[in-house]
């Protein structure tokens, strides 16, 4: 089972939760369940608006290295990922910085999602 800690300014401090490995949650159905106010709009992938900073910690390699159609085109257009930035991860199969919450799967990785 993962951990997830949410750390946000908008927060008092910062909260660590489990989450179950395979549940096919995404971060912001995870931070729904948990009272964790990630701002949204569109819940599709497409608007930008629940983009958080994923920080992998732990001594796991990142597993949620892949990103959606969706998730690519919003992250490049809205400036949060270099296209040469993006080219070059992918190549090395390896996870950008930034992420959209209502597009990233949780695996069994722990990550801190900064918002």
Do not use: W
């Not at 569109?42 to 900073?53: A, D, I, N, R």
């Not at 159609?69 to 400036?79: F, I, Q, V």
């Amino acid at each position: 089972m993962p951990n997830v800690t949410f750390s946000s300014p908008k927060m008092r401090r910062d909260l660590t939760v489990y989450a179950a490995a395979g549940d096919r949650k995404s971060i912001l159905g995870v931070a729904r369940e948990h009272g964790v106010a990630i701002d949204c709009e569109c819940q599709k992938g497409e608007c930008g608006s629940c983009t958080v900073e994923v920080i992998h910690i732990g001594n796991k390699p990142p597993m949620a290295v892949h990103l959606t159609e969706k998730e690519k085109l919003t992250l490049l257009t809205s400036g949060k990922l270099a296209r040469q930035e993006f080219e070059e991860l992918e190549l090395l199969d390896l996870a950008p910085r930034y992420r959209l919450a209502c597009q990233y799967l949780l695996l069994d990785e722990d990550i801190v999602v900064k918002f």
